[in-house]
């Protein structure tokens, strides 16, 4: 489990009544701002599949901030999934901390490139900052994505460990 300041990240679960509110809200913007054949955002079930780790961000009090997750793709390669933070916690840094808890774990389990797909859309662009900032590139589709104009794709390169 990691900790910063009054923010503690740890494996949780995605059935769990505040994740479950998150998730549907994430599901819920998801398809209000794309078509929905370009909604590739999973259901709490999914995250909770075989190949997946799954986080939330909490405040001292236990209060749910975030959640993320990571979906194994192969023996090298990860894609982050259901990066969210509450409305609450937004501007806080919350996603940055969450993104280098995910980018850690991720190191720490051999994936050497971490991809992910986001929005084109303007409710994506603080995403996108967020992933371009952390050395995300933009990269062709990967695994099961084809070219879409309503998706971006990205990639990071870990720093291979000794």
Known sequence: MGTTTDVTIG????????????LGEHLADMYATS???????????ALAAPGISFWTARAADGTLLGCAALKRL??????????????????????????AH??????????????LETGTQDYFAPARRLYERAGFVACPPFADYVADPHSAFYAL???TRP
């Not at 023996?75 to 993104?99: C, H, V, W, Y």
């Not at 389990?109 to 991809?115: E, L, P, S």
């Open 11 to 22: 494996t949780d679960d995605p059935t769990r009544p505040d994740v479950l509110g998150l």
């Open 35 to 45: 078509p929905a054949e370009s909604v590739h955002a999973l259901d709490p079930s």
């Open 74 to 99: 192969g023996p090298t390669d990860g894609e982050l999934k259901s990066m969210r933070t509450t409305a609450a916690a937004r501007g806080r840094g919350i996603g940055a901390t969450m993104l």
């Open 102 to 115: 995910v980018l850690g774990a991720a190191a720490e389990r051999g994936i050497r490139t971490v991809h």
């Open 157 to 159: 390169m870990l720093a």
